[in-house]
């Protein structure tokens, strides 16, 4: 299930991205003929991937909901807008200092994440398939 979510995530980045052809691979553990290669090579070139410190990736790893809330504010181009939106929290379980707390804030302002009904995000929980495929955005 959390490889659909990847695959959902990345698909979404390809559609978005325009033409884009690289010298050399971006990431240190991304293979050229990974299945997501591609569109990890896009989003890294539109600063919407940046990896790890190390210059690796992890894309066989499951994605936290602070880095979901993050991707997506990064490829709607909402990066000023859920900057502008940190210090405080909308979740009682979010630190208003988290480099997150930002993209979370915008990210439920606009309709496009939900909490768990208690005050809560779970910032650190996996994303769950279900949480994606059932999330309707707001009109």
């Known amino acids: 299930m959390h490889k659909k979510i990847f ?7 390809l559609l978005c991205t325009a033409a884009f052809s690289a010298a050399a691979a971006t990431f240190t553990d991304v293979a050229e003929d990974a299945y997501y290669a591609d569109a990890a090579e896009r989003m890294a070139a539109r600063g919407i991937l940046s990896g790890y410190g190390d210059d ?14 993050a991707l997506v504010c990064k490829m709607l181009g909402k990066v000023d807008e859920a900057t502008a939106l940190a210090g405080v ?18 990210a439920q302002a606009n309709g496009i994440i939900t909490g768990d009904g208690n005050g809560k995000f779970r910032p650190d929980d996996y994303v769950k398939y279900e949480e994606v495929k059932n999330n309707k955005r707001k009109k």
């Open 7 to 13: 695959a959902f995530v990345l698909a979404a980045a």
């Open 56 to 69: 690796s990736y992890h894309g066989d790893e499951c994605v936290a909901r602070s880095h979901i809330a």
């Open 89 to 106: 929290s909308a979740f009682s379980d979010i630190d208003v200092d988290s480099w997150a707390t930002g993209y979370v804030n915008y």
